[in-house]
Nanobody
Framework: VLLVESGGGLVQAGGSLRLSCAAS????????TGWYRQAPGKPRELVAG???????NYADSVKGRFTISRDNAENTVSLQMNSLKPEDTAVYYC?????????WGQGTQVTVSS
């Protein structure tokens, strides 16, 4: 299983970014997936999750600003991030759960300047 994130970068507060996670060796369809983030000195936290049935859930801090989606044809999971805030600065990781085991991408840095 290989997960590769892309789309991170530097953006001003109020801006938008779209993260994408491509998978090889596994399909996202019918599996629980999610985006997590980890800021310096803080634990990794769930930002947005997508159940195997397609139900999305979000951390309170990103509700109304972030949207998680899955493209079955492209076998990707994306995170659209709007109205970004400096506190969204972190390394963002893609995650998939397969038979109870967690698999992670290498992460992509998102930096939001004030």
């Amino acid at each position: 299983v290989l997960l590769v994130e892309s789309g991170g970068g530097l953006v001003q507060a109020g801006g938008s970014l779209r993260l994408s996670c491509a998978a090889s060796g596994v399909t996202f369809r019918f599996r629980a997936t999610g985006w997590y983030r980890q800021a310096p000195g803080k634990p990794r936290e769930l930002v947005a999750g997508l159940s195997s049935g397609g139900t999305a859930n979000y951390a309170d801090s990103v509700k109304g600003r972030f949207t998680i989606s899955r493209d079955n044809a492209e076998n990707t999971v994306s995170l659209q991030m709007n109205s970004l805030k400096p506190e969204d600065t972190a390394v963002y990781y893609c995650n998939i759960i397969i038979t109870g085991n967690n698999y992670w991408g290498q992460g992509t840095q998102v930096t939001v300047s004030s």
